[in-house]
């Protein structure tokens, strides 16, 4: 029993000493295993820290792109308001001159419609008249009362003292309730044509004024100055 124990412990001893020469043959590649775990450790360590760079760089990137299209897109809502401003201020001001065009064309609608060639025909048509009175004025008879105690009437008007009347046709004067004369201007014939001229001159002028809706050659030029401006601020406008 004794041999076998012996051997047996011979056996563990060399068992030992086998594997203490197998632990040292296995040390250097322990070694480099702990320098591979080593060195993988702090390679992950380095694309851990890698990685955590390049997000935090990639955060980074996306806030800054955030930022220069949230600016952008102020930038341009600014534009689009200063643009929007601009445009209601324009329509504001076109609305303005489409109301003051508006008030200029019915104000010039209120005028008569009196152009150049039109005043001239009526001061053509006013100068006929006055010819025409001129000459009926030449042919015609005229009275003056200097002075009367009695009531001067000449047809149905009465005369007053330093009043003077031109007579174109047989008129008939009554002084007092005892004297009445005839009185009949000279001319003959050519004082009946005298008034006949006068009398379509007149009625010319008038249907010429009437047609204009005015009493006056004057009116007419004023109305035809009035017209001259309002076209000129209007075709300013358009």
């Known amino acids: 029993l004794y041999d076998e124990l012996k051997r047996k412990?011979?056996?563990i001893t060399e068992l030992r000493g086998k594997i203490q020469?197998?632990?040292n043959s296995l040390q250097p590649q322990n070694e480099k295993t702990d320098a591979l775990d080593a060195a993988l450790a702090n390679a992950r360590q380095h694309s851990d820290q890698a990685t955590q760079h390049y997000e935090q760089a990639a955060n980074r990137t996306r806030n800054a792109r955030l930022r220069r299209d949230l600016a952008a897109a102020w930038v341009t809502r600014f534009e689009k308001e200063a643009r929007l401003q601009e445009l209601s201020k324009k329509q504001k001001q076109v609305q303005e001159h489409q109301q003051q065009l508006n008030g200029l064309r019915e104000e010039l609608a209120k005028v008569p419609e009196v152009t150049a060639a039109k005043?001239?025909?009526l001061r053509n048509l006013e100068a006929e008249v006055n010819e025409c009175e001129a000459a009926l004025r030449g042919m015609a008879a005229g009275i003056e009362v200097l002075a009367s105690n009695e009531t001067v009437r000449l047809g149905e008007s009465s005369l007053a003292?330093?009043?003077?009347k031109v007579i174109t046709e047989q008129a008939e004067i009554t002084v007092g309730n005892s004297v009445r004369l005839r009185i009949?201007?000279?001319g003959g014939a050519k004082l009946q044509e005298a008034r006949t001229q006068v009398q379509n001159s007149r009625q010319q002028l008038?249907?010429?004024l009437d047609e204009l809706l005015?009493?006056?050659v004057t009116e007419a030029a004023e109305a035809l100055t009035r017209r001259t401006d309002l076209s000129g601020k209007i075709n300013n406008f358009e």
Do not use: H, M, N, Y
Request: charged share 25%; aromatic share 0%.
């Open 9 to 11: 412990d011979g056996q």
């Open 21 to 23: 020469t197998s632990e």
């Open 119 to 121: 005043l001239k025909r």
């Open 161 to 164: 003292v330093g009043e003077a």
């Open 184 to 186: 009949s201007p000279g």
């Open 206 to 208: 008038r249907a010429q």
């Open 214 to 216: 005015i009493a006056t």
